[in-house]
């Protein structure tokens, strides 16, 4: 089992900035995958920002992120972050965190991000 303690979601004003973090129980390097998922209200559920721990760290965006948001792992402290800057409206949305190990999905509780306009 792993378990996901996410922090780092708040009300920000467009055009800020925010930094999630997850931290993972057990080692990052047994899991396949690690990133972050977003579900606006009345959406479906959206990848956000992946990074493929098997695949030599090997990153994905969404189109809506791409060049705002980055994606890193502290390996040291078994996190990932995800660093979003250039705030939009549009990106308010509870945010996730998702882990991969061994085909099984685990998700953290979600936190709430909210960009006034």
């Known amino acids: 089992q792993v378990q996901l303690v996410e922090s780092g979601g708040g009300l920000v004003q467009a055009g800020g900035s925010l930094r999630l973090s997850c931290a993972a129980s057990g080692s990052i390097f047994r899991f396949n995958a690690m990133g972050w998922y977003r579900q606006a209200p009345g959406k479906q559920r959206e990848l956000v920002a992946y990074?493929?721990?098997?695949?030599?760290?090997?990153?994905y965006y969404a189109d809506s992120v791409k060049g705002r948001f980055t994606i890193s792992t502290d390996n040291a402290k078994n996190t990932v972050y995800l660093q979003m800057s250039t705030l939009k409206p549009e990106d308010t949305a509870v945010y996730y965190c998702n882990v991969v190990r061994g085909g099984t999905n685990y998700w953290g509780q979600g936190t709430q991000v909210t960009v006034s306009s």
């Open positions: 990074t493929y721990i098997t695949s030599g760290g090997s990153t």
